[in-house]
């Protein structure tokens, strides 16, 4: 994304008489001649009013006019309110938010939509500012497609505590998922490391050379179709859940990116991944009372489980 942070215009000495627009322009502008020829070819220029190409030649007096944009930082935090997300808790330490579908934790490279940061700053929320810029005060998160509860921290103390809590695993990260058919054994713990896929790098998948990832899960309920599962995460990989399961052939219902029936996913009305964070318990970093918080199913995906349920 840019936005134009700079319009010039000078009319070409005789002396540059013959030059190549690219040429004079980095003469006339101090430009590099490869940036010249960048904003040219972008549209950014004009010569007497038309969009030259950078071969073309200048004359004496002729108007060379150019539009000189800046890149918008995509890191750069946005103040915006988001519908949709609800405050479950809040205290001096921290907010407790119950997060929508289709919403960001913070900004990314490639991701121009809302996210949970920009929310907070636009509701007047002020948040730790440990951590990067883009995601102060987060110390977990959860995809774009997936919903549910998350916490994200006010305080510097805070921040600390609840930082050290997820990376001993002493947090409480508990997940509702339908997945496709029956997992054998209808409970168990998957214990495979993640990585980057090798071949799609917007995926992940278990890879001998990955990262240690554990995921235990119970099954709530088995219909004709799939099942409902209860998930513990004893670490947070990205993906973690949706990538385990896939591995066990299991894939969340709805989750196209690994390898769900889009058949299947249509009949039962989902457009993402059938996967949400119902709680979340951990020590309140100031009082050290252990706390849960609880999201209910949004309406989507409670739908879409009626409608698994009632399949025949």
């Known amino acids: 994304m840019t936005r134009v942070s700079d319009q010039r215009a000078l009319h070409v000495p005789d002396a540059m008489a013959g030059e190549r627009v690219d040429a004079a322009m980095a003469r006339l ?3 590099s001649r490869s940036r010249a020829a ?14 030259p190409s950078k071969s073309d030649r200048v004359l004496p007096g ?5 539009s000189i944009p800046s890149v918008v930082d995509p890191l750069e935090v946005k103040p915006e309110i988001v519908e949709g997300i609800k405050i479950i808790h809040d205290d001096d330490s921290i907010v407790v938010i119950d ?9 990314s490279p490639g991701w121009g939509g809302p996210t949970v940061v920009g929310h907070l700053a636009g509701a007047g929320f002020r948040i730790a500012t440990s951590g990067a810029s883009e995601r102060q005060g987060i110390v977990q998160r959860l995809d774009v497609g997936t919903s549910g509860v998350m916490v994200i921290c006010k305080s510097e103390h805070a921040y600390s505590v609840l930082k050290n809590a997820f990376r001993h695993r002493t947090v409480d990260k508990t997940y509702h998922a339908v997945v496709q058919g029956h997992p054998d054994p209808l409970e168990g713990t998957i214990d495979a490391p993640i990585g980057r896929h090798p071949k799609a ?23 004709r179709f799939a099942s409902l ?5 004893e670490t947070g990989r990205t993906h973690q859940i949706r990538v385990h399961m896939s591995a066990l052939k299991h894939p969340c219902v709805g989750d196209l990116t690994y390898g769900a029936d889009p058949v299947l996913a249509k009949r039962f009305g989902v457009e ?3 996967l949400h964070a119902v709680r979340l318990g951990f020590e309140h970093p100031d009082t050290g ?24």
């Open 289 to 312: 009372e252990q706390v849960q918080y609880e999201s209910s199913y949004p309406d989507d995906l409670a739908r879409a489980l009626d409608t698994i349920r009632d399949a025949h």
């Open 201 to 223: 790098d917007y995926k992940f998948a278990v890879m001998a050379d990955g990262r240690a990832s554990v995921t235990h899960y119970e099954t709530l309920e088995a219909h």
């Open 229 to 233: 599962l209860e998930v513990h995460l």
């Open 62 to 66: 002729s108007l060379l006019e150019v």
């Open 38 to 51: 960048e904003l040219v070819a972008q549209g950014h220029v004009l010569l007497d009013g038309a969009t």
């Open 99 to 107: 997060k929508p579908v289709g919403v960001a934790v913070h900004p």
């Open 272 to 274: 993402r991944q059938w």
């Open 29 to 31: 502008f101090g430009l």
